[in-house]
T-cell receptor, first 109, second 116 residues
Framework: GQNIDQPTEMTATEGAIVQINCTYQ??????LFWYQQHAGEAPTFLSY??LDGLEEKGRFSSFLSRSKGYSYLLLKELQMKDSASYLC??????????WGAGTKLIIKP | TAGITQAPTSQILAAGRSMTLRCTQD?????MYWYRQDLGLGLRLIHY???????GKGEVPDGYSVSRANTDDFPLTLASAVPSQTSVYFC???????????????FGAGSRLTVL
């Protein structure tokens, strides 16, 4: 079967750095997405990786290793507004999007 | 503001009743989707439509139906609601059905449905 694994919950301190991991086992791979979802709101697009390596977007970076079936989202200079769930999703060989359950990130002052 | 509008925001429904969740987008996106989000699970695709006039089944289509009469609207109908359909429902759209970094999903704000 297809599977996306993410930690259920993480806690970090304001101003610090946090890395949220995502491992996947899917039938094929055509890209990996990260979305941010604040409580009670819609998911919003953060990043997309299809080739190995690091993609940087301001305070957020996303890394992909296709050979390891692994990605991480790196958040720097954490702010209270970064408290949210972070969803990892993989496009499989049929271009179907498989979603992880999400990682709830709690930021403490 | 351009985007996706869902209605109602929340609803409590008696089991056995029917319900239509409305979804309208003004981005002229060709593809539209309905997902449900349950605690501890990833988003699960219910139905999708790659273009007006066509629809397809997702991962969990049973108990739900959709129609796509035009580009903008994609209603989701529960013909006879059951408690297991209690969930948060998200409508989403994309330029086309071929997702990529340049063609990502845009989500509506969600509809919280409770079936008693």
């Amino acid at each position: 079967g297809q599977n996306i694994d993410q930690p259920t919950e993480m806690t970090a301190t304001e101003g610090a750095i946090v890395q949220i991991n995502c491992t996947y086992q899917t039938s094929g791979f055509n890209g990996l997405f990260w979305y941010q979802q604040h409580a009670g709101e819609a998911p919003t697009f953060l990043s997309y990786n299809v080739l190995d390596g690091l993609e940087e977007k301001g305070r957020f970076s996303s890394f992909l290793s296709r050979s390891k079936g692994y990605s991480y989202l790196l958040l720097k200079e954490l702010q209270m507004k970064d408290s949210a769930s972070y969803l990892c999703a993989v496009l499989d060989s049929n271009y179907q999007l498989i979603w992880g359950a999400g990682t709830k990130l709690i930021i403490k002052p | 503001t351009a985007g996706i509008t869902q209605a109602p925001t929340s609803q409590i429904l008696a089991a056995g009743r029917s319900m239509t969740l409305r979804c309208t987008q003004d981005m002229r996106h060709n593809a539209m989707y309905w997902y449900r989000q349950d605690l501890g699970l990833g988003l699960r695709l219910i139905h999708y439509s790659n273009t007006a006039g066509t629809t397809g089944k997702g991962e969990v289509p049973d108990g739900y139906s959709v129609s796509r009469a035009n580009t903008d609207d994609f209603p989701l109908t529960l013909a006879s609601a059951v408690p297991s359909q209690t969930s948060v429902y998200f409508c989403a759209s994309s330029v086309s059905g071929e997702l990529s970094g340049a063609n990502v999903l845009t989500f509506g704000a969600g509809s919280r449905l409770t079936v008693l």
